[in-house]
T-cell receptor, first 114, second 114 residues
Framework: DAGVIQSPRHEVTEMGQEVTLRCKPI?????LFWYRQTMMRGLELLIY????????DSGMPEDRFSAKMPNASFSTLKIQPSEPRDSAVYFC????????????FGEGSWLTVV | AQSVTQLGSHVSVSEGALVLLRCNYS??????LFWYVQYPNQGLQLLLK??????LVKGINGFEAEFKKSETSFHLTKPSAHMSDAAEYFC????????????FGRGTSLIVHP
């Protein structure tokens, strides 16, 4: 089975540019999560969806960040405008209520804003 | 409310020595408990999980963890460390009251010396 698929794996962008990170969860999973990992803050939950509906976005740092899940197989995390402090690894993860509630992570999107 | 504390941000062992990574949790109901491993430049991978069955859980790569309710602990052990075990290890807890949304610890970096 394919795992959680994220793109791009690496992105370097200039401050002020828009960044869009993409995620395809594991087929059949009803929860999707976006995390951010930095040395300073560790692993932070930004937002999660259940059945494509955003449930908790209290971890989203500020209005520059937005996330959507237009269907069960696709989600985006957008940063506009990007800032150097947004440089981090962004992970998408998914889980299924009906199969043990184990969360599975993608390989991450490594973002550098210069 | 659920929470996780990982004692020690770094643990250093010699190759062949016992590995012990500590995790204490707080949960108002019987929890699910997880250990994840993150190798350099990769995503988090499930190492093992406890879901109220046997209290001693065996995972991949020779790791195991024991659920001790009286101590609210779920420490990760491996009898003999290999160089390839060097990685970041995360403990996580989830519970029914929180829709099984996991809370992660800050992580413990395992360093293995030759």
């Amino acid at each position: 089975d394919a795992g959680v698929i994220q793109s791009p794996r690496h992105e370097v962008t200039e401050m002020g540019q828009e960044v869009t990170l993409r995620c395809k969860p594991i087929s059949g999973h009803d929860y999707l999560f976006w995390y951010r990992q930095t040395m300073m803050r560790g692993l932070e939950l930004l937002i999660y969806f259940n059945n494509n509906v955003p449930i908790d976005d209290s971890g989203m740092p500020e209005d520059r960040f937005s996330a959507k899940m237009p269907n069960a197989s696709f989600s985006t995390l957008k940063i506009q405008p990007s800032e150097p402090r947004d440089s981090a690894v962004y992970f998408c993860a998914s889980k299924s209520t009906n199969s043990g509630n184990t969360i599975y992570f993608g390989e991450g999107s490594w973002l550098t804003v210069v | 409310a659920q929470s996780v504390t990982q004692l020690g941000s770094h643990v250093s062992v010699s190759e062949g020595a016992l590995v012990l990574l500590r995790c204490n949790y707080s949960s108002s109901v019987p929890p699910y408990l997880f250990w994840y491993v993150q190798y350099p430049n990769q995503g988090l991978q499930l190492l093992l999980k406890y879901t109220s069955a046997a209290t001693l859980v065996k995972g991949i790569n020779g790791f195991e963890a024991e659920f001790k309710k009286s101590e609210t602990s779920f420490h990760l052990t491996k009898p003999s460390a290999h160089m390839s075990d060097a990685a970041e290890y995360f403990c996580a807890v989830s519970e029914s009251g929180g829709s099984y949304i996991p809370t992660f610890g800050r992580g413990t970096s395992l360093i293995v010396h030759p």
